[in-house]
């Protein structure tokens, strides 16, 4: 047993322990004693050193993983019963900012945002809690990804009140929130006065960071004027740009096909002396697959053969899902086979893209030979995988086969997803398939698979797409006669808009559907409905606990308002 001491009168290894600052550069005695039975005789060594680097490097590390240990138990614990503030005033002995930190990280991807505040305040509590900036750009970065911008501009302003003054990692997170915003106009316009209001402030000067998620946001819309002149702001400010920089803009432009943009800002890359790394290979030869230039991308992986940069499972599963559109099924099996030949491990996305290329291609049976070997081998097929070999058969109208596979998807251990009842719903919809859907509703239902609201909003489209001239050049007359000619009343306006008994029938299905969701939202905040009356919590609607029945609520009165 270690002990490190620095006097002979320090006994306790718990409290000596407590007093030692966690990095230090120190030189302490260690004083090893190797304890043995009582009759022998106690053996001591000494020795006199410096902690290594690796060392901490190695307790850090050590630190790092008992904190997600304890955050992972944490966060199995939560539940309707258990609020999260109990769970943590179990273990506020033990908490601290760190945890909080990696909370927050995790709460923000099961969408509990409403939780991280609830942490936040049970933060503020506490006797070791100090306001901090780290802090609260964390917490403005969850809102921002949840879309709660208005959230997000309450903590900055609460940040202000606290005493802490903002900087650039609080504007760039801030940014990012109204960058999640659906109205990219109005977004665009408003951290563009944030870039300005940062250059104004000494200590908020922008970084590369900030620059980066500006220039992405305007390629994204189009907007070659602001991205060239936030260049050229780039290029008078102290900072230099980095690959991240470039990468981000040319993979922007080249999702929006953008080609000329995206070749432009290669050559400023170029000029800037800056090295292209294997994410820029990827870009372009993604960019170029897209667009069909299949000799730029061929020229371009030829180039990253011959670089120092090697390619990844990314590069092939482009290649190869890009030739499958294309119908050009022999190069995209000379890709795979090439990948192979690299000694590469197909991933199950390579397996995807290779199914979805024979769909494209209409080579049906060697899709399902894949399907079935995936399904056969030792690994775990996912429902993403079921997904694609489904879209293979609706693509092809097999509609039949493919609504088989879904019934016997069990045989193959994979268990279908919310994504994959929606995509069958749109597809037996389209294809006029109404016995089918009432039996995928039921199914549904059954499996405990709750539709959200793009669900709803994506089968009134499928509904309004089938009635009779719903075109693009209708739609405007159609919605002005619905308004003047339709009844008063909740429902009344649909059904006189679905006139034959087909169309009646499956809208029937999605009322059901409708129904049973209330059902369920009902049933989840039936218990704590009395105390969401008290007007007490009605005055404190960010903390208190029934927001989430309050959320619960708006859902309803949403779903009403669509359907």
Request: charged letters at 30%.
């Amino acid at each position: 047993m270690d002990y490190l001491l620095t006097s002979p009168s320090s006994l306790r290894f718990s409290d000596f322990i407590s007093s030692i600052p966690k990095e230090t550069d120190h030189k302490w005695l260690r004083f090893s004693v190797n304890l043995g039975d009582a009759r022998r005789s106690t053996r001591t060594r000494i020795t006199c050193g410096a902690i290594s680097s690796r060392r901490k490097l190695a307790e850090r590390e050590s630190a790092e993983r008992e904190n997600r240990v304890l955050v992972r138990s944490l966060m199995s614990r939560i539940s309707d019963r258990e609020p999260l503030v109990k769970t943590l005033d179990k273990y506020v002995k033990v908490v601290r900012c760190d945890h909080c930190f990696l909370l927050f990280e995790e709460l923000g991807k099961s969408d509990k945002w409403l939780q991280c505040l609830e942490v936040f305040r049970w933060m503020q509590k506490q006797r070791w809690y100090i306001p901090d900036n780290g802090v609260y750009s964390k917490l403005i970065s969850v809102m921002g990804k949840k879309g709660q911008t208005r959230m997000a501009m309450w903590l900055f302003s609460e940040m202000k009140n606290s005493g802490c003054r903002p900087d650039a990692s609080v504007y760039n997170a801030l940014i990012t929130a109204h960058l999640h915003t659906r109205d990219k106009a109005k977004a665009l316009e408003k951290v563009r006065g944030y870039l300005d209001k940062m250059k104004g402030i000494e200590r908020c000067q922008p970084n590369v960071v900030t620059y980066n998620i500006l220039l992405r946001a305007f390629a994204q819309s189009g907007k070659v004027d602001q991205v060239n002149a936030l260049f050229k702001d780039l290029d008078m400010s102290p900072v230099s740009p980095d690959v991240y920089t470039f990468n981000g803009v040319m993979d922007a432009y080249g999702k929006n096909g953008m080609i000329k943009e995206m070749e432009a800002v290669l050559t400023r890359m170029r000029s800037n002396e800056c090295k292209p790394d294997i994410i820029t290979f990827n870009v372009l030869i993604d960019s170029y697959g897209k667009k069909q230039e299949f000799e730029k991308m061929e020229q371009t992986f030829k180039s990253l053969m011959r670089s120092k940069e090697k390619p990844t499972l990314p590069t092939f599963n482009s290649m190869i899902i890009n030739y499958g559109k294309a119908r050009m099924i022999d190069k995209a099996e000379w890709v795979f086979k090439k990948m192979n030949d690299m000694n590469y491990i197909p991933s199950f996305i390579t397996y995807e893209c290779m199914i979805m290329m024979y769909g494209y291609c209409g080579s049906v049976s060697r899709a399902r030979e894949i399907f079935e070997e995936v399904g056969e081998s030792d690994r775990v097929l996912k429902a993403s995988t079921l997904n694609a070999m489904l879209e293979v058969y609706c693509r092809n109208g097999l509609y039949i086969e493919a609504d088989k596979l879904f019934h016997n998807a069990s045989a193959f251990r994979v268990h279908p997803d919310a994504s994959t009842y929606k995509f069958l719903y749109k597809a037996y919809t389209k294809a006029d398939m109404k016995e089918q859907v009432q039996i995928l509703m039921k199914k549904m239902e059954k499996d405990g698979i709750v539709p959200n609201k793009r669900f709803f909003l994506e089968a009134l489209e499928v509904f309004g797409s089938r009635l009779p001239g719903s075109g693009s050049e209708n739609r405007k007359s159609t919605r002005s006669s619905r308004s003047r000619d339709s009844p008063k009343g909740r429902g009344g306006n649909q059904l006189t808009e679905f006139q034959d008994k087909d169309n009646k029938h499956v809208f029937r299905a999605v009322q059901d559907c409708r129904k049973n969701y209330l059902e369920n939202l009902s049933g989840h905040d039936k218990g704590s409905r009395d105390e969401s009356r008290k007007p007490s919590q009605e005055k404190q609607p960010l903390f208190a606990s029934d927001q989430n029945n309050m959320m619960i609520k708006e859902k309803k009165e949403l779903f009403t308002r669509v359907l």
